[in-house]
């Protein structure tokens, strides 16, 4: 262990109690004995113990159909979301938007996103409107666990437009990390085999007895792993699973979400999923939601609106950090630009 590491060794630990979960870049979460001893194996279940009791508090939020859903599947799916002059008033509003826009390279994939803040949605009032929707709120609140109103982002995947055969890492199926925790997606284009559909195993995100044996084998693979720069498995924390491996869970098939413009996805994303194969030269665009927050915290937010300016502080110094260090690594650049301008090609 370096002379830094051993100096932050306080902060490591303290972060054993938080979403941290890079077995690369946190000597303790990384460590092989302590995980030889079960510490990913006592996080995942308290994470998972305190989601299904912060959910039990939140069931008021939502109908009785979405939280057997939720709890089944681990998604809610909900088609023709929106009024259809709502809707197309909110797809133009989108496809007319001009400014900055992320766009991170992913294998051959170019994936573009604006976030959402509250400066930039005074300045798109459809937009505006669809993020303070009680019909949308709700349901996303509850599948948080913490009463959480999420982050929203513009998303627009291209697939196969930056001239190379690089692997998209998420298109390998996986869990995002060691806790529950939810992504929703409101469909703007027509959702097709072609253009990449969200997969996602229905029961995965459930804590069998053998997800736990697996998570705790795939934690001593990763401190042995962790500085193996592998995107089959992902040591940083987003483990992948093989078809063979979910054929050993006994999952029902992967299902492909195939749904019309207008569809809202609510997922549990502890679950495994993926980017499903596109065809080269599409694309498809979404508004992306997501609600990460500390899963030991066993309370939720009393007041979500008041707490959603002060996430929205964080998560933007987060992305500054993130970016800056994206950047260096060639696979971020911000432009002004419209979501159906070319993009450029990739720096050599």
């Not at 089959?232 to 078809?243: I, K, L, N, P």
Request: charged share 20%; hydrophobic share 35%.
């Amino acid at each position: 262990m370096s002379i830094k590491k051993l100096l932050l060794l306080p902060f490591y630990l303290l972060t054993v109690f938080t979403w941290s979960k890079s077995f690369r870049n946190n000597p303790v979460i990384g460590n092989y004995t302590l995980n030889l001893l079960g510490l990913h194996v006592f996080r995942v279940v308290l994470s998972h113990l305190l989601f299904n009791f912060r959910l039990c508090l939140l069931s008021p939020l939502v109908s009785h159909a979405d939280r057997d859903s939720y709890r089944r599947n681990g998604f809610i799916l909900k088609e023709n979301f929106l009024a259809p002059d709502e809707f197309q008033a909110l797809k133009s509003e989108l496809l007319n938007y001009r400014g900055p826009i992320r766009e991170i390279q992913e294998g051959n994939t170019l994936t573009q996103r604006v976030f959402l803040t509250r400066e930039r949605l005074s300045h798109l009032p459809m937009c505006l409107r669809f993020t303070e929707n009680p019909a949308l709120l709700k349901p996303v609140r509850y599948a948080s666990s913490k009463n959480r109103i999420p982050f929203f982002h513009i998303e627009n995947l291209k697939h196969g437009v930056l001239g190379h055969n690089g692997d998209d890492p998420q298109k390998h199926m996986h869990t995002d990390t060691f806790h529950p925790c939810m992504k929703a997606w409101l469909f703007i284009d027509e959702v097709t085999r072609q253009n990449g559909p969200f997969t996602y195993v229905p029961g995965s995100h459930k804590l069998t007895w053998q997800r736990i044996q697996w998570e705790y084998a795939q934690s001593l693979a990763a401190c042995r792993n962790k500085n193996a720069h592998d995107s089959q498995r992902y040591w940083d924390g987003s483990f992948r699973v093989s078809s063979d491996e979910l054929r050993e869970f006994g999952y029902p098939e992967p299902k492909a979400m195939i749904v019309p413009a207008n569809t809202l996805l609510i997922g549990n994303v502890h679950g495994f999923h993926r980017r499903g194969d596109a065809e080269a030269n599409t694309s498809r665009m979404t508004l992306w939601m997501q609600a990460r927050d500390n899963p030991f915290n066993p309370l939720f937010t009393p007041f979500p609106r008041l707490s959603a300016g002060a996430f929205e502080y964080v998560w933007s110094i987060y992305l500054r950090k993130r970016d800056v260090k994206m950047q260096g690594e060639g696979k971020l650049a911000t432009v002004e630009s419209t979501f159906d301008a070319k993009p450029e090609p990739p720096p050599k």
